[in-house]
């Protein structure tokens, strides 16, 4: 049975220190945190001490690209404390989606920082937007991206983005479910390309319920880039979850 987490990107809006936040998530069903950049910036050893008080795991972590090419051995020091050893690069430009040239350069960077990571106990990840959806030669940027990059590396599917994109995140479930451990059950409005609740856009969620336990994915993270009420969206995101165990 899959396990759930939240993407604590869904609770930035939460004006309390993290360790906090993190005391709010583990009142809930959910069984660990995404964490995303805010981590950085908190107290590493009240964060610790929040996840233990509280039994949450760590599902994986948000961590640019750069970052990860430019302070390796410190920002893996820094999430081997948190014990999270699931790095995911969240977000590349769209310029690196507009030529078979351009994807060839950024799948070599994240090959390399997918090796270097392994050398160190970690797993890199990629999680999709909208921009990797578009026409690159005869298929889409992330075909050609998922082709040129080493299938260690992990397919982090966000199924509202790819939707709203146009692709069809069962297929992609059929295609590349070896490499997909985590998704981001996220839901988006097609026409204007905004993030919407789960279940209130146009993904077929029954269908990527379906096609995600046939998968028998590890991870199902709840997110929401814009909540009106983040603590409401907290609790709506948990009880959603939990229909699909």
Known sequence: ??????????????????????????????????????????DLKAVVEALEETDLEVAAAHVGLDRLESEHEETTAFYAELGCTDLVVPWLDPSNFESEEAVGAVAERLNQTAAALDG???????????????????????????????????????????????????????????????????????????????????????????????????WHIYEHDEPTNPHESLLYGAQTLDSFR
Do not use: K
């Open 1 to 42: 049975m899959a396990r759930t987490a939240i993407q604590l990107y869904t609770l930035r809006g939460i004006d309390q220190p993290l360790p906090d936040v993190l005391r709010a998530v583990g009142e809930t069903s959910f069984d660990a945190v995404e964490f995303a950049h805010r981590v950085g910036d908190a």
């Open 120 to 218: 160190r106990g970690f797993c890199l990840h990629y999680h999709n937007h909208d921009q990797e959806f578009v026409d690159c030669g005869d298929r889409t940027a992330v075909d050609e991206l998922l082709e040129r990059t080493d299938d260690s590396i992990g397919f982090e599917i966000d199924l509202g983005w790819a939707n709203a994109a146009g692709g069809d995140p069962v297929d992609l479930f059929d295609r590349y479910g070896d490499r997909i451990t985590h998704v981001h059950f996220a839901d988006a409005d097609s026409e204007s390309m905004s993030c919407v609740e789960l279940g209130e856009g146009d993904l077929d969620l029954d269908a990527c319920v379906e096609a995600a336990h046939d998968a028998s994915i590890e």
